[in-house]
């Protein structure tokens, strides 16, 4: 860390805190293989290498800064348990971290959550408590039963060891690949986002790093260009691993730090990205997971030709007898 | 070669054109991933190896054997062009190879081939040939252009370079794995199924070579097991690329000779193996790809606990359009 740092940021997250973290998850996520498409390659004229957390366990990449976190906790605290809120990815890496390191999970999720969603993680050994949206909100419920029950409350990005965690992607990346003149990164809370850009800063320096969120939840790119937090409750989008408010405490100063652009793509162009890749890619990605991809294939940012590009797929949870809402 | 070996299989292709073909094959096709997947490991209790050939150029592993084909005839049937027919695989596994080679090629095809099919070829540079399936036959129509043309036939699997080049699937998986216990891969006319087991016999010599094939066209279970060549014409599965109505003239022995049993599976189990597929490994595999998974996954061939157990997942060429009738 150097002295032009602003202090919220030198005290935060930094580069080793991500390089610590990848030694915590060696062996036990699994190293996501790196794929590449000449079809892309012809239509972007650059190197384009997808780094494909749908292939991580459970899933998507959030198992990373879920076992991150869990793996940090006091054996106190191990042994009370963990709790979080969540009807997503996150829920199924807390519960799998949980399961792994022996630790009790308990997930807050709204009652109308896919009910393949609640089996996958009561597979993974949690418990799950369904509240109704109508009655209470999952953030007082879930302090709540905290407090109760003595759990410790993993938050979904708005934490030091969920970032650091979730940045050993980009890390994995570079390693394999070599520097790369840009990112993309899908975001939504901005704990990816955020995490892959201190990875790319320190391993990669001179890397653009773009983050992409859809445009009907475009909190975070009016966050980044106004330099002031904004929030959108419940947006309407297909995404909806990016469906998150606004970005956190921790999050939105690391953006704005780390991050060169973020930049927003049309449910539509996501739609059609989405299907580019099961079609010709043969990748099973959820809405989400296509974000970055978009805003390459959909030329929102156009690379010069050459230009090594790297691009997070985030994740590959969908439920199968729901696509023809995607495919039509 | 062995003076053991019947005259028909010493004649027609080794181990040596399996090698000659990786050769020819390097840095064209894709050397495709070779998949793990601890789901699959903890249910079965082996370690199972996938080789991914939907991520193979043209989404299947017929390329290898078009292309190997293709790249050894003389320098005048290359300038005269080449001719096939096919609806499916084997059409784009041609067409490309032709434009990689810049040879022209020209694909016959029924007049309600799926229109993303048709398109599919066509954009590879292949002159598309479309014929009414009531009122000829596909192998007679191609014969007639051919004479009138002057073009050569490369037919989708009874050619000692198609089996040759479809080796090289296996030949590649062994050597970046190391030996197997047990290989499954899927039969339609036995391309696939010989090649690999010419390859296996070599280099794994203690491994169990299983075919695999739809319950409803189970022609090779019966030619295999009774030896003599059984037909079935225009069998009712969902696996459409299986639905070959025999053996060929070449495979047939040397299915017989290579290979140590053939199974089958309903569409039923199929379809419960293409979800997992799809919804677990996050793979877009087509009805056909995923035969060999469902011989495991299914229990029709048990491997002991600990075996070392390789997989083909032949392709991933499906219609987004048509996915309900996959996942119900």
Request: glycine share 8%.
């Amino acid at each position: 860390m150097t002295s032009t740092l602003p202090p919220e940021i030198a005290h935060s997250v930094s580069y080793a805190d991500v390089a610590a973290a990848a030694n915590r998850l060696s062996g036990v996520a699994n190293r996501t293989p790196v794929m590449t498409s000449r079809t892309v390659s012809d239509r972007t004229q650059c190197q384009v290498f997808f780094k494909c957390e749908n292939f991580q366990r459970t899933g998507s990449f959030k198992f990373r800064g879920a076992y991150n976190a869990l793996s940090q906790l006091t054996p106190e605290q191990k042994q009370q348990g963990v709790i979080t809120y969540s009807s997503g990815n996150h829920a199924q890496g807390i519960a799998l971290a949980g399961q792994v390191l022996g630790i009790p999970t308990t997930i807050v999720m709204p009652r109308d959550a896919p009910l393949v969603k609640q089996e996958a993680t009561r597979g993974y050994g949690a418990d799950v408590i369904l509240y109704d949206r109508a009655e209470s909100r999952r953030e007082e419920l879930c302090q709540q039963l905290s407090q109760e029950r003595g759990l410790t409350i993993i938050p979904p990005y708005d934490h030091p060891h969920v970032v650091a965690g979730q940045g050993t992607t980009a890390k994995e990346l570079i390693d394999e690949v070599g520097e790369l003149d840009f990112l993309f990164v899908c975001c939504g809370g901005g704990g990816l986002l955020s995490g892959c850009a201190i990875a790319t800063r320190t391993l990669s320096p001179n890397c653009q790093i773009i983050g992409v969120e859809p445009a009907a939840a475009d909190d975070a790119a009016q966050s980044f260009h106004t330099k002031t937090l904004h929030t959108i409750h419940n947006p309407e989008t297909i995404a909806d691993g990016a469906r998150t408010p606004s970005l956190g405490k921790l999050t939105f100063p690391l953006v704005l730090h780390y991050v060169d652009d973020i930049v927003t793509v049309s449910d539509e162009a996501l739609l059609r990205t989405m299907a580019f890749l099961w079609e010709r890619l043969k990748l099973v990605v959820e809405p989400t997971g296509a974000l970055a991809t978009t805003a390459l294939l959909e030329k929102i940012v156009t690379p010069p030709p050459g230009s090594r590009v790297g691009i997070v797929i985030t994740g590959g949870n969908v439920d199968l007898r729901r696509l023809s809402q995607f495919f039509v």
